[in-house]
């Protein structure tokens, strides 16, 4: 971007705009009166990042602008300023140095402002385009109360079903069966109806990854994560506990 008239694209832009031409040094106009030379492409960015530019220019479209540099000040916050520290910096003493900005550069009426530094991973929590913590809990949220509605009816169809086979039950009992291998029974049968909901389940999210991701702005979650350790021992875990909870309980009262 040293040139005023370059431009860089994001992976996705410039397979938009170009298919799988090569993009370097193309032309690329914008309402047929400004053009520019694509002079570089953005590397696909991973899916944590919390800044996806589509398109990026050089700053000089503004600082060359009269009417920009009459509005031009300071204390402006159209702009996000980032600065990497060096290891060891103290944030204290670098917003210390930063008060004769304050004093020399803002207008009079600005002169009471505080320029503080704020963590990257603060700034992009709180801040950035994606509220992460919304989306984390209000999804675990509805997650956890679709589990817990999922497990009150598997119980209460279990229970209704297990009344039926009341006379099933007492006749292995009569023959000999004890408990344990009732109770086996019960979290057999319940766990192949487990097993194959999360099978279906387990798909349905593989297939609809992609869908959630463009309803969520700012969201991208990908298909390796559905086979991540984390997540199969999180997926097993709830589908022991259904199993134990909506088996266990019918085949104790019977």
Known sequence: LKDKSGIV?????????FGKENPMGKTLSFSGKRRFIETGVLQPLPP?????????????HLTDDP??????????????????LRPGANKA???KLCRPIVAERFANGAKDRVIS?????????????????F??????????????????NLVNLNMAVSFTRAQEVGVRKVLGSGRRAILFQFFTEVGITVGIAMLLAWGAAFMLLPVMNEQLSGLELTNPMLFSLPFIVMWLS????????AGGYPALYI
């Open 93 to 95: 003493e670098v917003e």
């Open 48 to 60: 944590n990042a919390s800044l996806r530019p589509a398109v990026l220019l050089s700053n000089k």
């Open 9 to 17: 694209l994001s992976s996705e832009s410039a397979k938009k705009l």
């Open 238 to 245: 709830v589908g022991a506990g259904l199993t134990l909870i």
């Open 135 to 152: 989306y984390v809990y209000g999804l675990t949220c509805i997650a956890i109360f679709i589990l817990l509605l999922v497990t009150i």
């Open 117 to 133: 530094l704020l963590p990257y991973t603060a700034y992009a929590k709180t801040y950035g385009t994606l509220n992460f913590g």
């Open 67 to 84: 009417q920009f540099r009459e509005i031009a000040d300071w204390y402006n916050m159209f702009t996000i300023t980032y600065v990497k």
